[in-house]
């Protein structure tokens, strides 16, 4: 079994630090890299990092889009409503204004993707350990 912490732990774009600011809308343990945060550009561009089982809450980017692109190990995406996502270097994730979703790594593996975000999150509830502990890595 892999867990990919080598390759996703030294990709192209630096893991940054424990993401600390927003990890009450985590659960489990986060990596942020700031890549692009400039008061005069509308998106907001940074690295995100997941240890194995690390998932963020539920939520939804209000009046504007997130756009993932994965650049490391294995995770899930998944919209209200719909089944989950198996996400893989590689893959493109568009999530549109308003549509409410989480991201994050699977049991067994770190994941990372870029996340280009425009708009204003509202962050919900966790995703539930049952609910995710039954998705089959
Ligand atoms: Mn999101």
């Known amino acids: 079994m892999t ?3 080598q390759t996703v732990t030294h990709g ?8 600390d600011a927003y990890a ?4 489990g343990q986060s990596y942020l890299n700031n890549l692009i945060k400039d008061p005069a550009i ?7 990092t997941f240890e194995p089982g690390c998932r963020n809450n539920w939520h939804i980017h209000h009046d504007g889009f997130q756009l993932l692109l994965v650049t490391g190990g294995a995770g899930w995406y998944q919209e209200s ?3 989950v996502r198996k996400l893989h270097a590689g893959d493109v994730v568009v999530t549109y204004d308003g549509v409410k979703h989480w991201h994050g790594a699977t049991k067994d593996s770190w994941f990372s993707h870029i996340a280009i975000t ?20």
């Open 81 to 83: 409503g719909h089944s």
């Open 12 to 19: 192209i774009f630096d893991m940054g630090d424990k993401n």
């Open 118 to 137: 425009a708009g204003t999150p509202e962050w919900l509830e966790p995703v539930s350990e049952a609910q995710y502990n039954a998705l089959e890595d």
């Open 3 to 5: 867990n990919n912490k």
């Open 24 to 27: 009450k809308y985590f659960v």
């Open 42 to 48: 509308s998106v907001s561009v940074g690295n995100v």
